[in-house]
Every structure is written in C-alpha cells, then in structure tokens.
C-alpha cells in the first residue's frame, strides 16, 4: 500500500467512527477483536444496500423469493454440506511470539511485495507453487514454501515455524441448559444452507418452477485465523445470498447470466468499472464445477466482494443422503431432443454470495472525498461522501436559518411532511455553513433552508451536496424532488 492509499485508508476509517458508521465492537472494553458495531448512520447505509440487493433479486425478478432462516440449524447439516470436516484453513504458529497466521496469507503477502516491486516472474512462480500445494492439501510444501522464501513473523522477527495445520473456522456452541445432556451445535459460517434444507418446503409451498432461486440476507460466523482490514475480515459478518435452481446440463448458462447480472447490479451505483475485475478460482471447493469473484479496487488492492459459485447438486445430494428426504424435482418440460419429460433429477445450483460488510467498506471508500475548496481568497475544504442518493443515509437535512421568528416551526413544519416518505434530519445549531459540511460529510443530498421568505411565498432554499449549488423552489415541489432524485429507479433495471 503506497503512504498516499494508506493514508485515505486510515482517514476512511476515522471518518467511519467519528461520523457514527462504524465501531470497534465492546469498545470500552477496549474492543473485540475483528467484531463491529454499525452506528446511527452505518446501520442506515447498510440497509440502503440490503435494500438495493433485495429489490434487484427478489422484487425484480418473478422467479426469485426471499427467506429468513434461523442462524442455529441442525448439527447433521453440517456435516451433509462438508463443513465439518473441510471448512478449515491451513494455520502455522511462530514459536517465538506465538502468534498464528494463515500460511496461504503469508504467502500471498510475499506475492503482492514481489509484484509492488515488479517482480512479476518471482511473484507468479511462487502462486502457482502455493496453489498446486493448496490444491493437494498438501500442508508441509505450505511450511517449504515459507521456509524457501525466508518468512520471518512480523511481531518476533524470527522463522521459528511449527507445522502447519488445518483449522476448522466454525464456532460451535450447546443447546440446553446442561452441557452434558445437549448437542453441539454450531454457528452457521455461510447463510446458503438455510436456503438448501428450505429448498423442498420453498418449491412446494410456493409451486416454484424450474429455474427459480431463493434469496436470503443474514449473519454468518467464520473464527478467521486472523482479523485484518478493517471489516473486510470479520469473524461475525453478514452475507446475501441466492440460490438458483436450474436443470442439469444448463448450469453454464446460468453460471455466465448471474456473473454479468451481479456486476451490473454493481456497476448500476456509479463506481468506475475500473474498479472492479473478476477473478477466476484455480482452487475449486469441493462442491463447485466453476467460480468466479468479483473484486474490489481497494487501498490495499484488489480483494473479494461477492462470489459467483456452480455448486453443481453437490449441496441437496448431500442433504437428501443424510436426511432420507428426497430432494427430486420433476420437470414436466418436454425435451426435444427425446421429445419426453425432463422427468426427475436432483437440481444444479448457481450461488451468487456477496458480504454485505465489504459491500459497505467498498461504498464508503468510493463515496470518501476530501475536496480542496480553496479560493485565491481563502483556503477551504470538505470531507464529502458522494454516496448514491439512494444508498444515503440522510436524504434531506431541513434547517431554519434562525431560531427564532417562527422559523424553527416551519421547517418542522416541511419536515413532518417529507419525514414520511424519506429518512430527514432537522438542525437548528451552528451557522449554516458548519451545518452543510456536516451533513456534507455523511453523504446527506439534500440541505433544505428555511428563511424569513419562506414565511411569506413558501419557498425554500434547496443545495446540493456534490455542487454545491442552491436553488429557490417551492416548499410543495420538496418532496417531487428529493423523490425523483432517491427513487430506485435510477439504479434498477
Ligand atoms: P475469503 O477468501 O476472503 O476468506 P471466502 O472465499 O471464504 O472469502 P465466501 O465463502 O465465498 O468467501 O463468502 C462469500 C462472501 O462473504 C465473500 O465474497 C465476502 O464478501 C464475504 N465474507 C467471507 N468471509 C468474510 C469475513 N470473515 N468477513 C467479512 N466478509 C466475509
């Protein structure tokens, strides 16, 4: 990371604190380690996004509803979907200071130092080295390699390396009062298998036909070796993601529509393109026949924001061989070919997962503008979010220029009536230029003043947060306004 992206990433971070987006977990406490708390504006920025990705796939498409499993499921579908057994993460300790890491990252680390250094030949020979051990699991090549590339441990500065090992990433807690007579049960660490033990009762109770897909929105727990990045690593997160149900043998198809979809729906909020890329797995999971992230230009460079996933019928073969239940769907379609019925077959599965945590770090760092106001004059600045309307988390602050003069009154008055249909604020402190940079500096669109003219033609003055301009208009016309301007038809299609 240069010292200018590191920079802004720190500011990012602060802005997101001071500002009431986001704070460390039990702070007080002196925190949580990779645990965090959503503040007054956070939480509403991240239900605008939740909001933006439940109207795209479920409102918009006839074929896709929603649900909202429990986050403790039964301990057997852990074991069906190979997260028992196979969600784990190669870890390696340093003797010396005792502090774990995840060997891949270590190694990865080294990669990216080669390639600021570009020294591209040295950075991919060693990917491929690490991806053909990760690949055959093969746990003491991972030790080689980091032993070979002379790693030493950050905190003790010394290669005093034990063996590496696999490390399950699932919390598991108890049911019951009583320890001894209950059951293990665990954390989900991934929200889809909700989705796939409901697939059954979803396909029924709703007569869904094939394709269709469920969608769903929820925390997931990951005990991640290691916390970084701010909330790009969490070990308490939230996912959104759907299912789609499709015949076998069309699942390329659908694999290929969902990768371009989910880009879209991305691009739809006005980050340039270039900020994005897709990245394709060389190591598969042990369900998928094919897999795709789509990245995020990040200060600290590229990293994943959502995954497009082939599951193939990995996923509801497995629950239907543990739970005797069959998960058969008939397809009375005639297939041309033999000019029968599809008839029954397990469904493939495409899996669209983006976490909705990185979603928000990517949306606010876009947003983040420290813009130099200076005039021959004077020097002047902001800290602006250039948040999509839709997505802010204030859509219009209403201030009356005084506080007396009866105009505190009308302004309340304005906001009564907008409140209902849009997120206000009302401000009455400090001169009005200390009030726009706040409201400037949590992505607010709108600034509604007003003033002793308001009184006698009901106009008020309208400023635009991005330039900063105002206009007089109409106090009737606010809500026209502000509408058009937040209405999610400026980023559904
Ligand atoms: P990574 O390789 O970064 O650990 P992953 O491949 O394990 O991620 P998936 O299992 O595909 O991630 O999960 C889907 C999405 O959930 C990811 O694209 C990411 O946005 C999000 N996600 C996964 N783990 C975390 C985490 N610990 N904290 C925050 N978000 C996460």
């Known amino acids: 990371m240069s010292k200018a992206t590191d920079e802004l990433f720190k500011n990012v971070i602060s802005h997101a604190k001071e500002y009431g987006f986001v704070f460390q977990s039990s702070e007080i406490y002196d925190g949580l380690s990779a645990v965090y708390d959503y503040g007054q504006n956070g939480s509403e920025l991240k239900n605008n996004i939740k909001t933006y990705w439940w109207k795209a796939m479920v409102q918009m498409h006839e074929n896709i509803v929603g649900i909202d499993a429990a986050i403790f499921m039964h301990p057997t579908t852990w074991k069906a979907s190979g997260h028992v057994d196979g969600f784990s993460d190669p870890m390696i300790d340093n003797k010396d200071s005792k502090k774990r890491y995840r060997a891949d990252q270590l190694l990865e680390d080294r990669i990216a130092k080669y390639e600021a250094e570009g020294k591209t030949e040295k950075a ?36 005093n390396w034990t063996d590496v090992r696999q490390f399950n990433l699932m ?29 059954l009762n979803v396909q029924k109770s709703g007569r869904m036909k094939i394709p269709f897909g469920i969608a769903q929105i929820g925390k997931a727990f990951r005990n991640e070796v290691i916390a970084r990045q701010f909330i790009i690593r ?40 270039e900020k994005y890329r897709y990245h394709e797995h060389t190591k598969l999971a042990h369900y998928a026949d094919a897999a795709f992230d789509i990245e995020y230009n990040f200060p600290f460079g590229f990293k994943e924001v959502e995954g497009i996933h082939s599951r193939t019928d990995f996923d509801l073969s497995q629950h239907q061989q543990y739970s005797g239940k069959k998960m058969q769907y008939f397809d009375p379609e005639v297939d041309p070919e033999t000019g029968k019925p599809f008839g029954n077959y397990i469904p493939y599965v495409i899996e669209t997962s983006i976490g909705l945590d990185r979603m928000f770090l990517l949306t606010l760092i876009n947003a983040y ?19 999509p309307s839709v997505l802010a988390p204030v859509k219009a602050a209403i201030f009356p220029l005084t506080k007396k003069d009866g105009l505190p009154e009308k302004a309340r008055e304005i906001m009564d009536k907008l409140k209902l249909d849009f997120n206000v604020q009302y401000e009455e402190k400090d001169a009005i230029g200390k009030r726009y940079r706040r409201q400037d500096a949590i992505g607010t669109p709108f600034c509604i003043t007003v003033d002793h003219q308001t009184l006698e033609d009901n106009t008020v003055t309208i400023r635009y947060r991005d330039t900063m301009q105002q206009e007089r208009v109409a106090a009737d016309q606010l809500e026209k306004i502000i509408g058009d301007m937040v209405s999610w038809k400026s980023v559904l299609k």
């Open 124 to 159: 991919a020979a060693l990917q491929t080295a690490m991806d053909d051990a990760l690949k055959a699991e093969d746990l003491p090549r991972l030790k080689e390699l980091i032993i070979e590339q002379e790693i030493a441990c950050p905190v003790s500065g010394t290669r």
């Open 369 to 387: 503008e420290e813009e130099d106001l200076s005039t021959d004059e004077k020097q002047d600045s902001r800290t602006v979010l250039r948040l």
């Open 234 to 273: 969490m070990r308490e997160f939230e996912q959104m993601e759907m299912q789609f149900f499709v015949r076998p043998g069309t699942q390329k198809e659908w694999f290929n529509t969902w990768k371009e979809n989910r880009l879209k729906w991305h691009l739809a909020l006005g980050t340039p393109a």
């Open 171 to 199: 919390f598991s807690t108890q049911v019951g009062a009583i320890a001894d007579e209950s059951e293990t049960i665990y954390l989900r660490p991934e929200t889809a298998q909700g989705i796939f033990v409901n697939y």
